[in-house]
């Protein structure tokens, strides 16, 4: 039986009141050759206990990740989760509880995103943080829309050492808002050109964006950016794939960055199929009125008891949708929890420390795998826990002989930019032991 309810007469009715012969003219824009004609060709229904049978079989086919020695990153990162994450975020009062629309009787959900802005405050540096947004790429897109708003200005420089995937949607957003997006390019150190800044910023400007550790793993100079950006009233837009670097570098507030946004993933979610991810959005205090998406306060009540409540929330279901500072905003209320539970589960301390092994473990591979002939760092500036290497062997035969191995040994960007066409984005993590890094350095070495 079809899942429509509608019936022959439903259907006639509603196809003569938009003026199309059949239901078959809506589809009229679609070309005639990519169209199903007939039924999909699916076998038949299975019993239960035969369907599960089958899919376990099928599963069985799937490589078992397990198995493969990982170097993948480029903003989505495999980073050891505590059980204690996993155990609170899937207790049924946070992992059924949705957005809170009386917010009055929402206390739990309520504090859970309080504290959760309090700990993006503390990791961005900045004053204000959102209750979350879908992921890194919109908080980029989102944040270039608040520069916009803003400044009354309609152009934003983006740094081409920013994720190439952040870049997609930044222009999709600026392009439906009749706004221009211009690239500014990086250099030889892997870093934005800063030269190439003061040339072409002005006043037309609303924002110059950029990412540290940038795309290629490299430490942008946010110093010297804000001062370009700041120079001309421009905003500075600092974002990130990868928070943990901030457990040794300064956290872009303590450089000027008027906004600072980025992807979460790597607080504690796994890595499965491209989500759910983390936009984290945070900014100073006199651009929260520009801030899409909710913001909790903490207040007292009547009795002077601790009381959370929904201090902005100027979204599209709660005013006019040409009103609203974003129409695409709702928050991501248990990823935006796992990140709050993740932080507290590691601390200040912990934080740090697992920083300074993702950076010595990631150097230490850096060394090893340069050792390697025909292997060479294709960008000289400082790097977290990605680096970028240039080979003189075809990267995409490299890959498959690893993948013989059950190595995955990082991205190859010449899928992004043709002028990075022999280089691979190598990604070390805390879960990538030396002796991991060892047998990518053998394999290497066997193969080149």
Same mark, same amino acid.
């Given at each position: 039986m079809s899942y429509i309810p509608n019936t022959d007469a439903d259907i006639e009715a509603m196809l003569k009141d938009i003026g199309v012969p059949s239901a078959e003219d809506l589809f009229s824009h679609i070309p005639a050759e990519l169209r199903l004609k007939g039924e999909l060709s699916l076998p038949g229904p299975l019993p239960e206990m035969e369907l599960v049978d089958h899919l376990r079989e099928m599963s069985g086919a799937n490589a078992n990740i397990d198995e493969y020695v990982s170097f993948l990153g480029g903003g989505a990162y495999h980073h050891f989760i505590p059980a204690a994450?996993?155990?609170?975020t899937s207790r049924s009062e946070f992992l059924t509880s949705y957005t809170p629309y009386q917010p009055e009787v929402s206390q739990g959900t309520l504090q859970s995103i309080f504290e959760y802005q309090t700990l993006m405050c503390m990791l961005t540096g900045m004053d204000v943080s959102n209750a979350s947004l879908y992921d890194g790429a919109t908080a980029a897109a989102e944040a270039a829309l608040m520069s916009l708003r803003t400044t009354r200005r309609s152009r934003v420089l983006v740094s081409r050492s920013v994720h190439p995937q952040y870049r997609e949607v930044m222009k999709t957003y600026l392009?439906?808002?009749?706004?221009?997006?211009?690239?500014?390019?990086?250099?030889?150190?892997?870093?934005?050109?800063?030269?190439?800044?003061?040339?072409?910023?002005?006043?037309?400007?609303?924002?110059?964006?950029?990412?540290?550790?940038?795309?290629f793993g490299?430490?942008?100079?946010?110093?010297?950016?804000?001062?370009?950006a700041h120079g001309v009233g421009a905003l500075l837009i600092a974002s990130f794939s990868e928070p943990l670097a901030f457990g040794i570098l300064k956290p872009p507030g303590a450089y000027g960055a $008027?906004?600072?946004?980025? /992807?979460g993933q790597s607080l504690g979610m796994p890595v499965?199929? +491209?989500?759910?991810y983390l936009g984290i959005l945070t900014c100073k205090k006199q651009l929260l009125r520009t801030m899409p998406g909710r913001v909790a306060g903490r207040t007292v009540d009547i009795r002077g008891r601790t009381a959370y409540v929904l201090t902005l929330t100027a979204r599209e279901q709660h005013i006019r949708r040409e009103k609203a500072t974003s129409n695409i905003c709702t928050n991501q209320g248990l990823c935006a929890l796992t990140a709050a539970a993740y932080l507290a589960s590691l601390?200040?301390?912990?934080?740090?420390?697992?920083?300074v092994t993702n950076h010595e473990r990631a150097k230490y591979a850096k060394r090893e795998i340069t050792k390697v002939k025909g292997i060479s760092l294709r960008?000289?500036?400082?790097?977290?826990?990605?680096?970028?290497?240039?080979?003189?062997? $075809?990267?995409?035969?490299? /890959?498959?002989?690893?993948?013989?191995?059950?190595?995955?040994? +990082?991205?190859?960007?010449?899928?992004?930019?043709?002028?990075?066409?022999?280089?691979?984005?190598?990604?070390?993590?805390?879960m990538n032991s030396r002796e991991e890094i060892d047998t990518l350095c053998r394999a290497l070495k066997e193969i080149a």
């Open positions: 994450v996993s155990y609170l392009q439906s808002n009749d706004c221009e997006l211009v690239d500014v390019p990086y250099t030889e150190c892997g870093a934005t050109d800063v030269d190439e800044l003061d040339k072409i910023l002005d006043n037309s400007f609303a924002s110059l964006v950029v990412q540290s550790p940038n795309f490299v430490i942008e100079d946010l110093a010297a950016c804000e001062q370009a $008027d906004i600072v946004c980025g /992807e499965g199929f +491209g989500g759910p601390g200040k301390r912990g934080f740090r420390k697992l920083a960008f000289s500036g400082r790097t977290f826990n990605e680096f970028v290497i240039k080979t003189s062997s $075809d990267p995409a035969l490299l /890959e498959k002989k690893l993948l013989e191995k059950k190595i995955l040994p +990082g991205i190859r960007l010449g899928r992004y930019n043709e002028e990075l066409g022999d280089c691979i984005l190598v990604t070390v993590t805390e």
